[in-house]
């Protein structure tokens, strides 16, 4: 399982030009799901998420997460993290789990996100999403477990 996250000052889904979901400073995780993935890796990946030090302290180092900031979390599902783009032109998806398994997957992780975290947005699986964000810093980084 993989999560592109980047820490933002304000992070917004759209579909079909409606606001399905926002947030406020946080963080903006795209999520791609790859057949080897199960409960244990969204569990894994849900933790690291919440405590990953990538806000600012008092001394303006990153030692504060999640759960120390009480930050928004937008959850989307992003099928292309799971591509290979080691080989060739084209991107190939022969590691992507199917999409009903991973929007089974992507649905446990909304869920165990929300009983663990206040403030969870998300995207909707498999949609045609825009997503408009302020990327704070800019701060990105791929988490995988």
């Known amino acids: 399982m993989r999560a592109l996250i980047q820490r933002v000052n304000h992070a917004e889904v759209k579909i079909d030009g409606n606001s399905v979901s926002k947030i406020g400073p ?5 999520i791609g799901i790859e ?4 409960h244990a890796s969204a569990d894994k990946l849900l933790e690291r998420l919440l405590a990953y ?3 600012s302290d008092a001394e303006g180092k990153m030692n504060l997460s999640l759960n ?3 930050g928004g979390l937008l959850l989307v599902s992003q099928f292309t993290l799971a591509a290979a ?9 022969s ?5 009903a398994e991973a929007k089974a997957l992507y649905d446990y992780l909304v869920v ?6 206040e403030d969870v947005g998300t995207g909707e699986f498999a949609a045609d999403m825009q997503i408009a964000l302020e990327n704070n810093g800019p701060v990105t980084f791929l988490l995988e477990v």
Do not use: C, N, V, Y
């Open 53 to 55: 030090r990538i806000f």
């Open 112 to 117: 165990r996100a929300r009983e663990k975290h």
């Open 85 to 93: 783009t080691d080989k060739g032109l084209r991107p190939s998806f």
């Open 68 to 70: 120390d900031t009480q």
């Open 26 to 30: 946080g963080i903006l995780a795209l």
């Open 95 to 99: 590691s992507a789990m199917p999409p």
């Open 35 to 38: 057949k080897k993935d199960d």
